[in-house]
């Protein structure tokens, strides 16, 4: 599932997806997500990754 977070955020929230995207391709927990997005691109469905 892919989630859209709200417009702004504080300076924690924007840290902490920094952090969460460099980790994201080392971590086992997250290659399934990675692939499920690389699907949605190359499927022509990108615009719902930033809906």
Avoid at 1 to 9: H, N, Q
Avoid at 10 to 18: I, S, W
Avoid at 37 to 50: N, P
């Amino acid at each position: 599932m892919i989630y859209r977070l709200a417009e702004g955020g504080g300076a924690l929230l924007h840290e902490n997806l920094r952090c969460l995207q460099d980790v994201a391709g080392e971590h086992l927990c997250f290659k399934s997500d990675l692939q499920k997005r690389a699907q949605l691109i190359g499927s022509g469905c990108a615009e719902l990754l930033t809906q």
